[in-house]
């Protein structure tokens, strides 16, 4: 691959739901384009894409997974993204990176929620979309139904390119029954049946088709023509006009079709027997554009917005769309080249940091194999080793014009745990090998929790925290541990407390301790924090000691009064004090500020705070009893149910500490069909019966402390 013509590049990325068959299809066309020398499985850890021991493990993709071949005259770019949630930011670059999309749904089961997310996702970028029916050979498989669902969910003009076909006693019919088996399509572009071959070799025959299917291919050929000719105004008057098209009238209509986004091709497949899957090959080379025929990609140049085209003899640029970490080789950057032609030992500028960085190698990658690349133009994927200061997210470019290339926002974490080593005397690397990770993958966060102090890892779910940990075992031999995060609960007052005393009596034999001051406590505004009022007259505080009388009293807010949690929306007014001229000091008065605010709270009517999480739900319409029903249960509100295609989006405001494992236990109760995200509402009284077990919580930690 160190010649590369863009004109002859395809980019495209395996997209939909986990489970449906899009490794295995992966697989297939790596087969059947020459590159392996036989077909791995995903169900017994040999698939050639699923490389990674934790995706042998658990039977399913982790990590977009990359294979750059040449075919024909062209070179493919084939990136299979994970369809599981958790590792929704892979499916963010994947998509980013290619030109086409080819949408992967099974044939037997309804359209799943993260199906119909993968697709409106690529439309939403400008990709082309092609959508394959796979599990043809599973019962129940259904072209016609699955056809008629993804138009009337995604609301678009789907047309099926190919009528399904199964051979049993009675010979073919394009209607599975008993004892029939999958064999393969009427191609309805082409008019002819296609059957392949039953031992999985792949090998296809063509010939005329027979009686018995005569009358359905008419029918589906007819429905297919007019699904086509609505794309093109012109080619929808001939073929009123005539009622006919030439096959090669068909195919480009189809391609523009496609390439606008009006309409929806699919075909069918059984991956795992190797049945209809080497006729993707071509289908990608013609439907999908190549970079230069894409639509420019975004950028910006200082505050300038402006677009870069597909031009290899513009100025270099380059998106990173992911990154992968090696305990040896550092950090691999993925680029997809924009723009202009990269070369070995050139030099590039990262866009964000302005560091220059050299480009020592360039690699294509093969699975989990590598050939070295000499030049990359526009569409090609390379892996650059041992960048300085790069990351998932950067623009690489050459001095000429340093712009930033505009990528997909960033995922939010929704679950997190408190993180630290087993081992403490191995903390250290454990961190560091956890911000390695945190790096690589930016929908994971490392970050400590201010109001509680502890390390949190943030991810997409609890699958994702539990690869990474598994990522830290293998790359870097350390191990950390998981435990609930902590609630920020919040401690406030709902009355008054006037004239309260504060006062530090010690005296041991020479120089003794002594202060006093008197507080008045009362709730301020949600949201005011802590505030100190100086009201002290007539010297009865000296002035000096009265910024340790304010840092007694804001100590003893950090450290929490009835249950160990940060004081807030407070306002605390000194009024009053007595000092002696020997036995007074700056630590005395800050004691004796801190005493006073702790009888000021247990008379002030003291309670607790718990924050608010605002909840949005998606699930399919017969799981919403269920989902509010759980969110009931879990003390929350909710505030709107609306439709959404096929689903309902629910939103909801849940106290956190309920929601500390709820997108597992929605995938749970869902059977994964269901997509939650939630964000920090608001502050708000705990219920009578949790503060009283809190406080009692505290009160047993520190009893005789």
Known sequence: MNTYDPRKARTVCLIGHAGDGKTTLADSLLWAAGVLSRRGSVDDGSSFMNYLPEERTRRHSVSTAICSFDWQDHTIHLLDAPGDPNFAGELDGAIAASEGAILVLSAQDDLKLDTERAFEQARVAGKTVVAVLNKMDLERADAAQRRAQLEETLGVRAALLQLPIFAGDGGFSSVSSEGAVYCGYVDLLADELVEFASDGSGGATQGPIPDSLAEASASARTAMIEAIVEADDRMLEKYLELGELSREELELTLAKGVRSGSLLPIVTTAAAVNIGVSPLLPLCVGLFRAPFEAAPWPAERGTESIEIEADDQAPVSAYVFKSVADRYAGMLSLCRVVSGTMRTDSVLQNARTGTKERIS?????????????????????????????????????????????????????????????????????????????????????????????????????????????????????????????????????????????????????????????????????????????????????????????????????????????????????CIDGKFHSVDSSEMAFKTAGSLGLRAAFQQAQALLLEPLMKLCVTVPDAFVGEVMGNLNARRGRVLSVAAEGHHEVIEAEVPMSELLTYASDLTSMTGGQGACSMEFSKYEEVPKEIQEKLVAEFAAEHEGA
């Open 361 to 573: 190698k360039m690699l294509a990658l093969v699975g989990d194999a590598t050939a070295d690349v000499k030049i990359a133009g526009p569409g090609a994927i390379v892996a650059i080793p041992k960048l300085k200061d790069t990351r998932t997210g950067d623009s690489l470019c050459g001095e000429a014009r340093v712009v930033t290339l505009r990528g997909p926002e960033m995922r939010k974490g929704m679950i997190s745990f408190a993180v630290g080593a087993k081992e403490p005397s191995e903390e250290d690397r454990v961190f560091e090998a956890l911000h390695r990770l945190d790096e690589e993958d930016p929908s994971l966060h490392l970050g400590r929790d201010a109001r509680t102090g502890e390390f949190l890892l943030t991810g997409l779910g609890q699958l994702h925290i539990e690869v990474t940990l598994e990522k830290l075992r293998r790359l870097f031999k350390v191990e950390a541990l998981l435990r609930p995060p902590k609630v920020p609960y919040q401690e406030t007052l709902r009355g008054r407390a006037e004239h309260v005393e504060g006062k530090l009596k010690k005296q041991s034999g020479g120089r003794g301790q002594y202060a006093v001051c008197y507080l008045s406590v009362e709730p301020g505004p949600r949201g005011s924090g802590v505030e100190f009022l100086d009201e002290i007259v007539g010297g009865a505080i000296p002035r000096n000691y009265i910024p340790a009388v304010e840092r007694g009293v804001r100590e003893a807010c950090e450290r929490g009064i009835i249950a160990g949690y940060e004081v807030t929306d407070i306002r605390v007014h």
